[in-house]
Each structure stands twice: as structure tokens, then as C-alpha cells.
């Protein structure tokens, strides 16, 4: 009987505790969060962004020297050099000529430093030989980068861009490069000829088993050897990547356009396709990024891109670390899928009112037992000073006067236990005064003529 | 507004704090007064009852009686109330003495 309230006031007591470590740990959540400021809002790339590469130190292609390269052009008009990969449409190109006299030199990618610098002096050469031709326009084509006198056209859409690098196709830049130098003006040029068509069912099964198998296809001629799997991973968030490399697509006839078909194939899953330096993103949320990101890409590596062969590797991880800090950069209003959880940002608002809760709940189980004056009083004490009431009741009717003042005393004691009670004082000093009392009755009842009224024989009588 | 609710919440720890550790011992020290003045003002009825019970006079008593009576019209705290109580015992004992009980 006595256990449960004891048991009560242990978890209460628990309890307290509980609330006052919580409320504590608001405190120091609290404060600490207090000084991580704005820089927890955003995420960041992994690693600063590089340039795919430097030029190379040592020559991989062989150049004439500049006067050789100017006598050449002395001959003919046009000159590819061994190894030269840009292609144009001649067609558009002599059109856009005219009757004017316009020299054409392409040069393979990969030129080294000086081998660059030699290959700019062409220009100088060619109008010292032919001294009184001012009319001369010299379009020299490293790679597939296009300058002539002192413009470098690059292009400004991804058509141009694909062309560009995926067919190594310059009929765009080059024509509007011819206009810039020759007077016409700033006309539009018209956009390169969209040569693509639906692959075969069969091109596009070959495509898909070796896709299906590694997540991965090379065709035969491109350079594309692996996929940084942290990259990968950091680009596209928890979506499946798949990679498909081509070679640089020949110019001038219709080839196969994988990515669409490949993205049908395979529903959420991102897919990119390479061609040659062109890379395309086929998709989950392909509306959202892939344009932003590929025309960022290109713009900022386009002309490092145009000037050498660089192996796809190199490209691809530019380009995935490009995609990365686009998505990234929060441009677009779905979830980034690689902000780490940040429990403390969902509770610090709440932090405030669960502190508020702890405190109010301590300040409840404080007060309980502080509002409850007066404890629960044993009924033994009570008992007693009725016990004792009677026995001077029954006792007043055998006093004579040499009793008066002790039976008087004592119940002067009985009235203050009385007021005692009356008023919540302490049980101890209720039976101090009841000891007075019963001390000044026994004296009464050893004096009184008749026996048995004393404290000690009134109880006796009554357990009796 | 989220300072606000801080503060509020703090204060109210605060006061149950101070709450739980002042209540009971104010709470006791009223009570200990209380019971010190019950204890002396039984004790001047008892020693008022021996005297009238008593044929004889006695100055000391009365002088004790008195000075107890005196320091319960002045009123006070639990030590004036105990000193009254020890006057008003002292008077009590001379006259039962003094009635030959």
C-alpha cells in the first residue's frame, strides 16, 4: 500500500530529470547552430574545374615550316595539311567566296606552342610573297578551330557546336568568318544541316547488348576507355549512368542519332552519348540541365577543345564535372539530389517550442507537490487527542479542587493540540502538546478516588 | 519571435528551479514559528492556570510571567517566541513549586 506512491514520486522524479537534460540539449543545439551562418546552404563540386589539357610539349604531327605552308598556298588555294581534320561543305563555302581571293589552309590538331605560332605567321608569309594583292584573305584551320587576319570564330549554338565537334564540320564558322572579312557584313549565316536519322534496329541492338552488359560501349575508332565512377556519381545523383562513345561522325552524310533511341530503351537511366569531342545528354530531367550544361561546356572549352584531339576520357570528365556544378548551382526547382540531410535545419525551428515544453512540464512537476500544503496526516494523532478528550471528559465529574489546576492544564494542552491540527502544524509538536496533556491527566487520575482513569489504564480498557 | 519563446521558457526553468529549492524551506521556517508560538502561548495559559491555582504570591513568577507576556504582545519571530516560552516555564514551575505540588 505504501509502495505506490513511493514508486510515483521515483519516476516523477525520473521524469524531471529526463526534461532537464532535454531542455539542456535544446540549449547546446541551440548555441551551436547559431554560429554556422549561411555557408551550410549550398553544396559545391568536388574538385575546382581544370581544362581538359595543356597543348602538348612535344609535336605529334609533322608542319611544314611557314614559308613551305605559304608557298603551298602560293599554288592552290586550298590546302589541307597531312592529317588535317576539318570538313566543309566547298559548295557553300565557294559561294560564300565569291570571285574574291580567299586561301584556305587547314592543319591537324595537336599542334605544340611554337608549331601554333608558326602556323599563324602563314598569314604574314603569304601577303609578303604576294606583295601587291591586298585583297588577300588567308582562313587558317587548326583542328577545327577557325581564324583568319585577326578574328577566331567560335561558334554560338549547339548545332554549330555539334557540327563542330561531332562531325568536325566548320561550313558555319568559316562562312561567317568569310562574310565578317570580305565586307558582307554580319548577315545570318544558316546553321549547319541537321544529318541525322534514326538508327537501324540493328546499329542500335549492337549499341544496347554491350550497354545492358558493362553500362558501357566503345565503338571501334573512339577513344573513350573509362568512366570516373565518383564523377559519374557526383553528376547524376543515385541515377543509373550509361556511357555510348562514337567516333567523330563523317561529314556530309546522314548518320545515326543514338540518344534518342537509346533514352526510349532505357527509361530512367541517364544516357550519354559521345561523339567525338560532342557530348549529349539523353534523360531523366535532360529539359532541365543538359542544354545549360553543354552550352556552358562548350563555351568554355570550345576553343580548347577545337585546337587538339583530345582523348574522350578528358572530355567526359570535364564534362560530368560540368554537370555537377550545374546541378549544383540549384537552378532548377527539383531537389538536389546530393544536399546531404541536415537534421539540424528541420528542428531548429522547432527547437524553440520543445524547449518551451520541456520547461513548462518541469515547472508543472515542481509545483505539484509545493501546491499540496499540507501532507497526509496519520489518523493515530487525531485518535489520540479524542482518546484524551473523553478521558477528561469522563474524569471532570471525580476532580476535587486539589486537581482543578493540573486537569485545567491539561486541558489548556488538549485545546492548543487541537489548534495545532486545526492550523497544519507538524505532527510532532501536536503530540509534544498531547504528551502535556496526558502528563497532567495521569496526575488527575492517580489523585481521583476511583481507579482506571488513567491515560495508560483508558487504553488498556479499551483494547480490552 | 523564436528569442521570445527562449526567454520565456528559460525564465519559467528559472523560477522552478528557485521554485523547488525556496518553497520548502520558507515553508519550514513559517511553520517552525508557528509552532514556537503555539508552544508559548500554551505555555503562558498553563502558567497562567498554575497561578491562579496558587494562594501564595511570588515575585519571581510574576516578573517571569510578565516579561513572557510582554514579548507575546510585542510579537516576533521563532526566537522571541522560544525565549517567551522559557519565561512563561519558569513561572509555571515557581508556582507549582510554590502551590506544593
Known amino acids: ?464 | 519571435m523564436s528569442w521570445l519563446i527562449w526567454a520565456v521558457a528559460g525564465g519559467a526553468i528559472l523560477v522552478a528551479g528557485f521554485g523547488v529549492a525556496a518553497v520548502p524551506k520558507l515553508r519550514a521556517r513559517a511553520t517552525d514559528r508557528e509552532v514556537a508560538w503555539s508552544t508559548a502561548r500554551t505555555a503562558i495559559e498553563s502558567a497562567t492556570v498554575s497561578r491562579d491555582a496558587c494562594a501564595h504570591r511570588s515575585e519571581a513568577a510574576e516578573a517571569a510571567l510578565a516579561r513572557a507576556g510582554a514579548i507575546v504582545a510585542g510579537g516576533g519571530g521563532a526566537r522571541a517566541a522560544r525565549s517567551a516560552t522559557k519565561h512563561a516555564r519558569r513561572a509555571d514551575r515557581l508556582w507549582r513549586a510554590a502551590a506544593g505540588e
Open chain 1, 1 to 464: 500500500m505504501n509502495s505506490l506512491p513511493i514508486r510515483r514520486s521515483s519516476i516523477v522524479g525520473i521524469v524531471r530529470v529526463v526534461l532537464a537534460v532535454a531542455a539542456v540539449a535544446c540549449v547546446v543545439f541551440f548555441v551551436a547552430a547559431q554560429g554556422r551562418g549561411a555557408q551550410v546552404t549550398y553544396g559545391s563540386g568536388a574538385a575546382p574545374e581544370e581544362s581538359p589539357s595543356a597543348p602538348p610539349e612535344q609535336p605529334t604531327v609533322d608542319l611544314p615550316s611557314a614559308p613551305e605552308m605559304a608557298a603551298m598556298l602560293d599554288e592552290e588555294p586550298v590546302v589541307r595539311l597531312p592529317g588535317a581534320v576539318a570538313a566543309w561543305d566547298e559548295e557553300r563555302v565557294r559561294q560564300a567566296i565569291g570571285d574574291r581571293d580567299v586561301r584556305i589552309i587547314a592543319a591537324p590538331p595537336g599542334l605544340t606552342k611554337e608549331q601554333r605560332s608558326a602556323f599563324a605567321e602563314v598569314d604574314f608569309e603569304v601577303r609578303r610573297d604576294l606583295e601587291d594583292d591586298a585583297d588577300l584573305t588567308v582562313l587558317t584551320i587548326s583542328g577545327t578551330r577557325v581564324s583568319g587576319g585577326i578574328y577566331e570564330v567560335a561558334p554560338s549554338t549547339l548545332d554549330e557546336w555539334r557540327a563542330q565537334f561531332g562531325r568536325n564540320d566548320v561550313t558555319a564558322p568559316m562562312i561567317a568568318l568569310i562574310n565578317q572579312l570580305i565586307g558582307s557584313g554580319d548577315e545570318p549565316v544558316e546553321g549547319p544541316a541537321d544529318e541525322r536519322r534514326e538508327p537501324t534496329p540493328d546499329e542500335l541492338e549492337v549499341v544496347a547488348e554491350q550497354l545492358r552488359e558493362s553500362g558501357r560501349f566503345t565503338a571501334p575508332g573512339a577513344s573513350l576507355t573509362d568512366v570516373p565512377a565518383d564523377a559519374s556519381a557526383e553528376a547524376f545523383g543515385g541515377v543509373p549512368a550509361m556511357y555510348a562513345a562514337f567516333p567523330v561522325q563523317p561529314a556530309g552524310e546522314r548518320v545515326p542519332d543514338y540518344g534518342p533511341a537509346l533514352a526510349r530503351l532505357f527509361p530512367e537511366t541517364a544516357i550519354v552519348v559521345l561523339y567525338g569531342s560532342w557530348i549529349e545528354y539523353h534523360g531523366p530531367h535532360a529539359a532541365d540541365f543538359a542544354e545549360v550544361a553543354a552550352a556552358g561546356y562548350y563555351a568554355q572549352y570550345g576553343s580548347v577543345l577545337a585546337r587538339g584531339p583530345y582523348p574522350q576520357d578528358d572530355v567526359l570528365r570535364v564534362y560530368l564535372r560540368q554537370v555537377a556544378s550545374v546541378r549544383y548551382a540549384g537552378l532548377f526547382d527539383r531537389p538536389l539530389p546530393y544536399t546531404p540531410f541536415d537534421p539540424l535545419s528541420v528542428t531548429l525551428p522547432a527547437l524553440p517550442w520543445i524547449f518551451a515544453g520541456c520547461a513548462a512540464l518541469l515547472l508543472a512537476l515542481s509545483a505539484r507537490p509545493l501546491l499540496r500544503r499540507t501532507a497526509a496526516r496519520p489518523l493515530g494523532t487525531a485518535g489520540r487527542l479524542g482518546e484524551l478528550s473523553a478521558l477528561a471528559v469522563e474524569v471532570s465529574g471525580l476532580t476535587e479542587k486539589a486537581q482543578d489546576p493540573a486537569f485545567a492544564r491539561a486541558i489548556v494542552h488538549l485545546r492548543a493540540a487541537r489548534d495545532a491540527i486545526a492550523g497544519g502544524l507538524p505532527d510532532r509538536h501536536v503530540h509534544r502538546l498531547l504528551d502535556h496533556a496526558a502528563e497532567e491527566l495521569d496526575r488527575v487520575g492517580r489523585a481521583v478516588p476511583v481507579d482506571g482513569y488513567r491515560p495508560a489504564d483508558n487504553l488498556r480498557r479499551q483494547r480490552a
